[in-house]
């Protein structure tokens, strides 16, 4: 069995605007756990430069045997579950493959749509394969409003499909963005935000009208957090009282100690605990 002493050794707890864990917070027993991970982008295929794909299944073990053990209420994968394929019948095969893996949770699972997702399928097949929603969607759990997007779209509207895209060209559709204020208007407790491509100030990587989602989360007063991937790299930043949290990918690099995903602790005071595994970094983040 897996320690997470071990896991932590080369973890770093990254201070978000205070000086740390105070003894009494470190015991204090969450409301809500939440498993999170990101960027597995499995294929059976060579690796490229820094992409192991082949290694995606042993990493996704390992962080299924954490989370069983940790025992979260829920697990999300926040986008590119899988990567691309030359045929449809291949990418469903891996897709399979991948669910599998991830049926072994012993908890609830969650998909946010990524573009290596639905780069050959169309939304419907990866949902057809996985317990995936197949775009956005909202869920309550311990009291929190999750809040999962789909920023799989062109500039158009037109949703991803079928190499119809540029990776760069993401977007949140006018009818997601009311279905967004709406629930957002309903939650009668804090929410929680899920997305693959980011809704910060990270141009390359960003949501082409992230501003616009960023007003309407402001707004409502209740987020806490928004959870992205895309860009393969442990980021942060806190815009307007709001923590924009970025987990590292798994597919990057080789080996058990390349890997990373996280344990998420909701407080009682709203304020939120990210324990990182392997290369995930940990987070401190009060509630504004």
Same mark, same amino acid.
């Given at each position: ?200 100030? *990270? ?61 998420? *602790? ?23």
């Amino acid at each position: 069995m897996t320690s997470r002493r071990a896991f932590l050794q080369n973890s770093t707890l990254c201070l978000a605007g205070f000086s740390g864990l105070k003894a009494a917070d470190a015991e204090a027993k969450p409301l809500l756990r939440v498993g999170l991970m990101t960027d597995l982008h499995y294929a059976d295929k060579p690796p490229t430069k820094t992409r192991f794909y082949r290694e995606a299944l042993a990493k996704l073990d390992e962080a299924v045997e954490v989370m069983n053990r940790e025992k979260p209420a829920l697990v999300v994968e926040l986008g590119d579950f899988i990567d691309q394929a030359d045929s449809i019948d291949r990418e469903i095969e891996w897709l399979r493959t991948m669910e599998s893996h991830f049926a072994r949770l012993s908890m609830p699972r969650h998909y946010v749509l990524g573009n290596h997702c639905v780069g050959t399928l169309t939304k419907e097949e990866f949902a057809a394969n996985t317990k995936a929603s197949g775009s956005f969607e909202s869920f309550e759990a311990g009291g929190v409003t999750f809040v999962i997007l789909d920023s799989c779209f062109r500039r158009d509207g037109t949703p991803y499909s079928r190499k119809n895209f540029d990776w760069k060209d993401a977007n949140v559709p006018k009818d997601e963005l009311s279905w967004l204020e709406s629930q957002l208007s309903k939650a009668s407790g804090p929410v929680i935000v899920l997305a693959h491509q980011r809704l910060d100030a *990270d141009k390359a990587h960003a949501v082409q009208n992230a501003a616009e989602v960023r007003s309407l989360l402001e707004k409502s007063g209740k987020v806490l957090a928004v959870f992205q991937g895309h860009s393969h790299k442990n980021d942060y930043q806190q815009i307007a009282g709001i923590h924009y949290t970025t987990l590292v990918a798994m597919v990057e690099g080789s080996g058990a100690g390349n890997n990373g995903y996280a344990v998420l *602790d909701v407080m009682p005071d709203g304020s939120l605990r990210l324990q990182g595994f392997r290369r995930q970094v940990e987070r401190a983040l009060r509630r504004a």
